[in-house]
Structures are given as structure tokens and as C-alpha cells.
């Protein structure tokens, strides 16, 4: 393991020991506990999800936070649920994902160039975790961003997630304003640093059963992250 993956490896542990947010803690250790009836018999993860992925990624996803009985449940992100079954199809069509099916952390699932993370890292009430929370997160995003060494760019799922990107653009000194970046599908921004920013509406059931988010859609949005990151 190099220096760059040993680091991350790190940082994902203290990710999973995390407690700054009481509130989220309490939850997810709940939802652990009850369960859903159709995974009663499975063991939750019922922590903070750390990210995962390549360490050389040139491309970084970046997600809301954890799925109640997604991630919370599986221990990786967006593995067990409906935005996961949309959103790894597309990453094995489009050569970062080794298998198009995402069942557990244990699957055998490699990712190639990509690394998946997200602005919160433990399962919210209703999806909605506080401005608070948010900001508690951050710091991971900082340290994580820090050492992706061969980064080039940055795929945000949902305007959370694009907001939560650019507040670190702030934080790190690399913007002096948002002034004139915007949140809309496809939208692609030339960022300081060299750093491309690509939005996408996430791959919730609400938007992909409404067809707001088609496949085709989504596809493009990676095709064209490969591109920009040199990959093919």
C-alpha cells in the first residue's frame, strides 16, 4: 500500500469512529438495531460509512450521506439500495466499476479511477441532515480532497452535495466566491486548482421513477467525467 492509500485507509478509520453528531449517532445505532423486516436477519453496519474506492481516482463522487437501510446497512456507500442499483450499472458501463451489481462491501467490487464519498458521512432522519452536521463533516471532505493527489474531477450528486463541494472550495482558499456557479444537471465548471466540477441530480428513487434522472442521462454525466479526467 503506498503512502497516498495507507493515508485515506486512515482517515477512513477515523471516519468510522466519529461522534461528533449525537444526533446522528443515535439514529443510525436505532435504525441498527429495529431493522426492516426484509434484512432481519442481516447485521447492520449502524455507523459513520467511510468512502471508498481507488486511491489514484482522477474522479471523485460525491454523494447527500448514507441511506438509512443502504449504507447504513451494508457498511458502503450507496450499496444496498435504489440509488445504488441505478448508479452502478452506469459506473461499470462507463469503466470505472468492475461489476454492475452492488450487494455488499464484500461483493468484490473494484472501482478503477473513482473514488466515492459523500458531505455526510452517518444516515439522517428523512435524508435531511442539519447545516450543523454538515459542517461537522467537512473536515473529512478537506483531508480527503488533500490526498487525492491525481484528482481532476469532482461529480456532485444533488445540490447538497455541490454546495458541500464549493464550501470546501472556500475553506481551502482555492474561490473567492460562488458567484455565477449554479446548480443544474450537466452543468460543468472549470474550477482554480484544476479542478473540474460536473452536477448531476442524484440517483434517488424520487428522481429516476419520475424519469427526472434517466439512464442516459446519467451515462453522459461519467462519459463525459472520463473524458475530462484523461481516462477512456
Not at 468484490?108 to 447545516?131: D, E, F, Q, R
Amino acid at each position: 500500500m503506498d503512502a497516498s492509500a495507507d493515508s485515506l485507509a486512515a482517515l477512513n478509520r477515523r471516519i468510522v469512529d466519529c461522534d461528533r453528531c449525537p444526533r446522528l449517532r443515535v439514529y443510525c445505532a436505532e435504525i441498527a438495531r429495529v431493522k426492516r423486516r426484509a434484512y432481519a436477519d442481516q447485521e447492520y453496519w449502524g455507523r459513520p460509512v467511510p468512502s471508498f474506492g481507488d486511491p489514484d481516482a482522477r474522479v471523485l463522487i460525491l454523494g447527500l450521506a448514507p441511506g438509512a437501510h443502504g449504507s447504513n446497512r451494508t457498511g458502503r456507500m450507496f450499496t444496498g439500495d435504489g440509488s445504488g442499483d441505478f448508479l452502478f450499472p452506469v459506473l461499470h458501463e462507463a469503466g470505472f466499476a468492475s461489476q454492475a451489481r452492488a450487494a455488499s462491501r464484500d461483493d468484490g467490487m473494484k472501482l478503477t479511477g473513482l473514488w466515492i464519498s459523500a458531505v455526510v458521512h452517518c444516515a439522517p432522519p428523512k435524508n435531511k441532515p442539519t447545516p450543523g452536521e454538515q459542517r461537522n463533516c467537512s473536515s473529512w471532505l478537506d483531508e480527503e480532497i488533500v490526498l487525492l493527489k491525481k484528482l481532476r474531477v469532482v461529480v456532485c450528486l444533488g445540490k447538497i452535495a455541490f454546495d458541500g463541494f464549493l464550501s470546501h472550495q472556500l475553506r481551502a482558499g482555492r474561490l473567492a466566491s460562488r458567484a455565477g456557479i449554479q446548480f443544474r444537471h450537466g452543468a460543468e465548471y472549470a474550477l482554480p486548482g484544476g479542478i473540474t466540477l460536473i452536477a448531476s441530480y442524484h440517483p434517488s428513487l424520487q428522481n429516476t421513477n419520475t424519469g427526472k434522472l434517466t439512464r442516459a442521462m446519467f451515462l453522459a454525466v461519467f462519459k463525459r467525467a472520463q473524458e475530462v479526467a484523461g481516462g477512456g
